[in-house]
């Protein structure tokens, strides 16, 4: 069995796989101070209220966007499974050509994703929105050739930011709306919060398709906790919830722990 921990700044997501299929998922509210024991205790609970002995995992790949929780994750796994965990980092084989200017500044989540993204729509131009507690998205060539692209607040986070930063903005269901003009003050926060990453979403994804997919029209590829928020604005050609995974798989096979 592979465990595989999807670290972002608000949450652990965590999946077991048997070979390449999922045989279940969960998550873990995270801040940047956990314990390794804190982290492992959970992990091994939910594993067991999830039918998966412990015991049973012999691969865990970890890509994480808090490096303040790299040690302790690390840490869990070592006491908790017996395992080092193939982390996601600067020098791991990816089967993309990093085309930033700095390729080690590319976070392992973004990718993650493309590797992923890679792996199930080969030959192809692809564009990959990531809502995440920041929206990213970046551009992968047919060649495999990672462009980079573009990192925002998440919608989750652009709300939060509003009930913290003025006096009088509650915090807001978010959900889709089905108007642009609210008629309440809630109403219009859920609508600015919805149109404005639908019209961000569809002008980012015209303009990356001019500068580099001239050629050929790319596949727009979701994912993240919110991909599937905007599904009946036809922004996407697929969504793909658990892409990340797809990736550190991906990255397990390359860098030969899996065959």
Known sequence: MILLLDVGNTQIFCGVFDQAQLVTQF???????ES???????VRGALRENGVAPEGIDLIGVSSV????????????QKYFNLEPMVMRPGLKTGL?????????????RIADAM?????FPDRNLIVVDFGTATTVCAITKERAFLG??????????METLEAKTAKLPSVEIKPSRTAIGKTTIESIQSGLYWSNV???RELVTRITDEAFQDEAPLVIATGGFSS???????????????IFTGLIEALRLNGYLD
């Open 27 to 33: 998550r873990y509210a995270s801040t940047a101070r």
């Open 36 to 42: 390794s024991d804190e982290i492992g205790v959970f």
């Open 66 to 77: 808090v490096p303040e929780l790299n040690y302790s994750l690390r840490a869990c796994c």
């Open 97 to 109: 050509k990093i085309a930033y200017k700095d390729p080690k500044e590319v976070g392992s989540d």
């Open 116 to 120: 992923g993204a890679v792996k199930l």
């Open 149 to 158: 692209g573009n990192i925002m607040p998440g919608v989750r986070l652009a």
């Open 199 to 201: 019209g961000m979403v």
């Open 229 to 243: 928020l905007f599904h009946r604005e036809n922004l996407f050609d697929h969504v793909v919830s658990d892409l």
